[in-house]
T-cell receptor, first 114, second 114 residues
Framework: EAQVTQNPRYLITVTGKKLTVTCSQN?????MSWYRQDPGLGLRQIYY???????DKGDVPEGYKVSRKEKRNFPLILESPSPNQTSLYFC?????????????FGSGTRLTVV | AQSVTQLGSHVSVSEGALVLLRCNYS??????LFWYVQYPNQGLQLLLK??????LVKGINGFEAEFKKSETSFHLTKPSAHMSDAAEYFC????????????FGAGTRLFVKA
């Protein structure tokens, strides 16, 4: 089944403790992206990657890092999480930067930073 | 810069009634427009997309949307609401297709009353 898989689904952590949210897709998609979803704000793009070793900042990149060493994986790293990073996170992929097919989304990771 | 405005954070309809969810966009280039649906505890699913072919776009589950350039609108409609349509709906705009720099609206939660 074609899908985007995120792990974990739920995570509670303490301020300052480094964490990684994994994202993997099995569709050979070139383009991958991370979004955070907050009430009343919709989805805001954190980082995106157009292909292996090619990443760039989205609209809200502060406090986050990403890497794209393999085509299928696009982990999101929070080096020193803070409470304002409590949110619902989505990984998404599409065939290519200019693909008009739209995104395939993962099921989400609900992160709570205390 | 692109932007999306969804009018109404909450919409309530009776089962069998018309569903109308409003979306206005701003784009300096011909846009690609999308509607996504999010069911509770799930990721977003693509409902339909406008890619400059036909202005009236039909999607899954009986939904459709009409692109009106003069009004910069892309409203989502369904003739007869079903209880299973209760979800959150997001309008999105991109200048290069389904991935790159997609901007999402704040979302509209649809409630369906029996």
């Amino acid at each position: 089944e074609a899908q985007v898989t995120q792990n974990p689904r739920y995570l509670i952590t303490v301020t300052g403790k480094k964490l990684t949210v994994t994202c993997s897709q099995n569709m050979n998609h070139e383009y991958m992206s991370w979004y955070r979803q907050d009430p009343g704000l919709g989805l805001r793009q954190i980082y995106y990657s157009m292909n292996v070793e090619v990443t760039d900042k989205g609209d809200v990149p502060e406090g986050y890092k990403v890497s794209r060493k393999e085509k299928r994986n696009f982990p999101l790293i929070l080096e020193s999480p803070s409470p304002n990073q409590t949110s619902l996170y989505f990984c998404a992929s599409s065939l290519a930067e200019t693909d008009i097919g739209g995104y395939t989304f993962g099921s989400g990771t609900r992160l709570t930073v205390v | 810069a692109q932007s999306v405005t969804q009018l109404g954070s909450h919409v309530s309809v009776s089962e069998g009634a018309l569903v109308l969810l409003r979306c206005n966009y701003s784009s300096s280039v011909p846009p690609y427009l999308f509607w996504y649906v999010q069911y509770p505890n799930q990721g977003l699913q693509l409902l339909l997309k406008y890619t400059s072919a036909a202005t009236l776009v039909k999607g899954i589950n009986g939904f459709e949307a009409e692109f009106k350039k003069s009004e910069t609108s892309f409203h989502l409609t369904k003739p007869s609401a079903h209880m299973s349509d209760a979800a959150e709906y997001f309008c999105a705009v991109s200048d290069r297709g389904g991935g790159f720099k997609t901007i999402f609206g704040a979302g509209t939660r649809l409630f369906v009353k029996a």
